[in-house]
Structures are given as structure tokens and as C-alpha cells.
């Protein structure tokens, strides 16, 4: 990967790496440590990043450093969460589908909420996510498909309640 | 794996997720017109797409390698990028164009500006004053006491706090209160009869001690008066009576003055002081004065 190409995918790539990190753990600064990190990263080992996998290596590098984050117990409570419940009764037509179903990814666990987000925002592949994520492509399909069911099922429930 | 009633979930959950061929596709799409339950099946398993969002990472500026872009990259982009660097020094922008007629001492000049700049906006948003309404009650508190100070037995208490520390301070049911120090024993008389009280004075001159203090004094009134009751043969009434006339006790702003202690790990924050810090600006902070000065180093090298 030369310098330019660094550049390049800074243009790119931060943006999407970002918004997978602070979905994920729902707190920007922790999120914006990480995508530094994960940068940090790619350009001390850019003589050693094949220039078509810089974005799999940013998710990838950026994704450990999530899981070694989370490990640490850090809280993922933010301001999200507290519209999400408090605004419960008051949910607009139009984005009711929205935060219902942000209501239920936030109930998944850190390993679904990431299959749903590297698949829905970045629109990777079966085996690509299992690279990034260190899972057979069978895993992911697997796991993938018990996510949805789960959002689902709870979408459901939520519609129910709020009917 | 056969397309059937067994099997549609599958296929719908890949259909969904683009995960089919060409032809799979189409067979999903004929299955699910053949029965309108199908269609509902895929219609909720739709609904928990995510739509993307924008989302943007704000600190982007940081990432960037500068020494490659000064290489390669057009001068608007990188008007753009000291623009974001170091907003606050707007007669760089016009030198930033054409950085070739610059010394390299002015250069470096800019940069160091630049990072200046940074810097003391950063401080800026970072760093809110707030007025702790916490010290102010306390103040307050203090204040309404030493006006009182020359009425009852509480303010004689916390003269001697103040003045005598290490002293043992007793007040008998006679209205009189001695001092027990080390050498010497002292007598104050009182307006007030039959209060008993006991006071272990501490030598601190803080705002926060004074407040303790006196809040342990209150709770040992009540208990020293019922301890002597039986002993000195005062009338309990009497003593209540009394013991609600002192100062000390009648100064409700201390009691309100308590507050329960926010240990939500969310809320993060750094008193110094009067001075609030929120934690995670100054995370931000020292993240990217951290960035600045790695890319630095890393584009020397």
C-alpha cells in the first residue's frame, strides 16, 4: 500500500469504520479512540497491507480492538439508549420502524449486533465478515440468520406494545 | 437444499441478505408469489434491514499523512485540510496556498501555530466553569452561623473549634460548658440550661470538616441528653426543647446541603475545585494532541 492509498482509504474507509465501532459500543469517544488506533495501525504495517484488503484489515484491526475494549467492561450506555426508552410512547410514525429496531439491535449481543452492521451497512459478504470477524462463513451464516429471527421476533413484540 | 415449506426461512434470510444467485433469487421471488404468507414472511424479515446511516468521524483531519499530501495532493484539498487544523489562524490560508514561497522556518512557524491554535480551542470547549452549588450552600452555611455565633452553646462549640482544636468539649446540664485540653480547663456559661453535650473538636479548617462537625454534634446532643437524663435529673422535655433552640440545628441549609453522590460511570466527570471537566473532552484532547504529535514524528522520519 503506498502513502497515497492511505490517504485514499482515510477518505473512505474512516467514516464506515467509525460508524460500525460507535453503533457498536454507543460511546464516541471510546469509538474515535479506536478508529485512531486501527489507522495507527494500518499505516505503521502499510508495506505489509495488500492495497485490495485495506478496508477488511481497518474492520478487522478496528473490530479486536472493539472486542479487547469490551472485555475491559466498559459501560454502553449513552444518550441513544435513553431517547430510545424515554421516547417509547412518543415515536413518530415515520420513524417508528427505526427506533424500534434500534431498540432491538441493541439488545443483541456484541457478536450479532456486529454480523447485523458489517452485513446491512457495509454490505460485505458472507466470508468477508467471517474474516473479519475470525468465523467459519457457516458461522456466520448461522449466527447471522439467528439475529434476524431475534429482531424479528422482537420487532414484533415491540410493535405489539406500542400499538 | 430444495425451496419448500421446510425450508423457505433459510432462503428468505439469504434472499434478504444477498446471498442467493441469480437463479435462487428468482426462485425465492416465485415461491413467495405463491402463497401471500410467504410474502408476509418476507416482508418482516425486511423490516430489520438497517438502512445505513451518515454517520462521519469527525477527526478525520488527524489521520491524514501530511508529508505524502504536500507530495500529491492539489493545494485545495490541502487549504482545506490547515482550514480544519487550525481554524482559528484564518491569515494562514492565503501562505497555505502556496507553501513553496514559504522559508522552512515559516513553515514550521504555521505548524507550530497551527498546533497553538489547536490547543487553546480545545482548552476552550473542554473546560466549562460552573458555580458548585454544592460549596456555594456550604458557604452559606458557615456564613449564617458565624453571624450567630454570639447566641447558645453551638456557637461557643464552634469557637473552640476553630480556636482550641484537640479538646475535649463538655457541657453540663447547668447551662455552663468546660473545655478539657491538655493543660488547662475553661468554663463558658450558656443562655441555654440543661443541654448536655459532648463535642471531639477536630483541627481542621476546612469547609467541609466544619460542616461534618457539626453535623456530628447534632446527633450527639440527642444522645447525651439521653444518656444523662437519668443521672442529672433534668426533665427530658426541657432538654428537647432546648436542644431544638440551637443554631446548629436550626440551620437547615445544612441538612439540604447533602447530596447523593453520582457514581453512574456515564456521567464521568473531574471536580477541581468549582471547576466541572467532563472526562471524555478531555479524552478527546489528549487523543488528538497525541495524533498531531505521532504524524509529526512519523513525517519526519
Known sequence: ?163 | MELNQNTYETYLLSYIDNQLSHSERLAVERFVKSDPKYAVALNDLQKVVLQPEPISYEDKALLYRLAEMNASLDLDFKKSLYRTEAASVVSMESAALDTSTLSLWNRNLFRYSAIAALFILTIGTAIKFIVNKDQAVILSATNSIAETKSVGIASVAQKLIANQPSQLLVANNNGSVKVKGNNNTQTFETPSKGIVNTIIASNTHTLVDTKNTLINNTTQVTEATETNEAVAGVDKEQINKDAEHLPVIQNASLAESFEEINTNESDRVIYISSIEIDSDKIRGFTRRINALFKRNKSDKQ
Open chain 1, 1 to 163: 500500500m503506498t502513502d497515497k492509498e492511505y490517504n485514499n482509504a482515510v477518505d473512505l474507509y474512516a467514516d464506515g469504520v467509525y460508524r460500525f465501532i460507535v453503533k457498536n459500543i454507543r460511546h464516541q469517544e471510546d469509538a474515535r479512540d479506536i478508529v485512531q488506533t486501527a489507522f495507527e495501525k494500518l499505516w505503521v504495517n502499510r508495506g505489509a497491507v495488500d492495497s485490495l484488503k485495506i478496508k477488511s484489515y481497518l474492520f478487522t484491526v478496528a473490530y479486536h480492538q472493539m472486542i479487547d475494549h469490551l472485555r475491559q467492561g466498559a459501560k454502553m450506555i449513552t444518550t441513544e439508549d435513553f431517547e430510545t426508552v424515554n421516547n417509547h410512547s412518543t415515536y413518530q410514525k415515520d420513524g417508528e420502524l427505526k427506533q424500534l429496531l434500534l431498540q432491538a439491535i441493541n439488545e443483541l449481543n456484541p457478536t450479532q449486533k456486529s454480523l447485523v452492521l458489517l452485513k446491512d451497512y457495509e454490505g460485505y459478504s458472507y466470508q468477508e465478515i467471517g474474516e473479519i470477524m475470525s468465523l467459519s462463513e457457516s458461522q456466520v451464516k448461522v449466527y447471522l440468520h439467528r439475529a434476524r429471527l431475534q429482531l424479528k421476533n422482537k420487532l414484533v413484540h415491540l410493535e405489539k406494545v406500542s400499538a
